[in-house]
């Protein structure tokens, strides 16, 4: 479904990506591992057309979205939760749900994912009214995702679903991954809790400094000596 080859991007003179190169099969869930500084996020913003590469292909089945600008991927079909979850924190939490829908004009079928949203979330259900801001961290980051599910996407981008959330909740937005790729949406998941992510996935990537330095089944990878000591804690 997403293809990326040699994907170089710089902040000014300083290189961020350096040849990246990935594939996000139709129905995979896809880590993409890596420390802080790797180049993950920055890997999903190309994808999602904040960031412009120097050099490089991105496709989306076929297409190339290399110049696409971020509301015409998003028209593609491509929805990114991002790193901090960045909800509108003045909006109420269905304000916020149906921002991820401004670009639709299907009615009846927006209605519809609203409440499987709030089937997969049933807290946000509990909160519907509630203005945003006032959420705990782990019923922002449920809105989050359930924000950029309102688009009705084929490839979702997550960027640290688990980051700041106690282990419960962490279980919970997991548990609520997996279930959104069982009924049909393509993931590619960033997340520094490797262990959580490679249980999930299919395959995955690891960056170190802006370059892939490994990549496998999610099973090779949890038992590659190197990502277990570097990532696993061993």
Same mark, same amino acid.
């Given at each position: 479904m997403l293809s990326v080859e040699a994907l170089e991007v710089a902040y000014g003179e300083i290189p961020a990506l350096t040849g990246v190169a990935l594939e996000v099969g139709r129905g995979e869930i896809v880590a993409l591992l890596g420390n802080n500084g790797a180049g993950k996020t920055t890997t999903l913003k190309t994808i999602s057309g904040l960031l412009r590469p120097r050099r490089g292909a991105i496709a989306l089945e076929g297409e190339s979205l290399v110049g696409a600008p971020p509301h015409e991927v998003v /028209?593609?079909?491509?929805?990114?939760?991002?790193?901090?979850r960045r909800i509108f924190n003045r909006l109420t939490v269905l304000e916020n749900l149906m921002m991820g829908a401004y670009s639709r004009h299907d009615a009846a079928a927006v209605a519809r994912d609203l409440d499987q949203v709030l089937v997969l979330f049933p807290r946000l259900r509990e909160r519907i009214g509630q203005v945003a801001g006032t959420l705990s961290g782990g019923e922002q980051q449920m809105l989050a995702i359930g924000r950029a599910l309102m688009l009705g996407p084929r490839l979702l981008l997550l960027d640290e679903p688990s980051m700041g959330l106690a282990p419960v909740l962490v279980e919970q937005i997991f548990e609520a991954i997996l279930d959104i790729n069982r009924h049909g949406t393509t993931i590619l998941l960033v997340e520094q809790n490797a262990a959580m992510a490679l249980a999930i996935a299919h395959r995955g990537y690891v960056l170190e400094t802006g370059?892939?330095? /490994?990549?496998?089944?999610?099973?090779?990878l949890a038992d590659n000596p190197d990502v277990r000591r570097a990532y696993l804690g061993e």
């Open positions: /028209l593609k079909g491509i929805a990114h939760a991002p790193e901090g370059r892939v330095v /490994l990549a496998g089944t999610a099973e090779e």
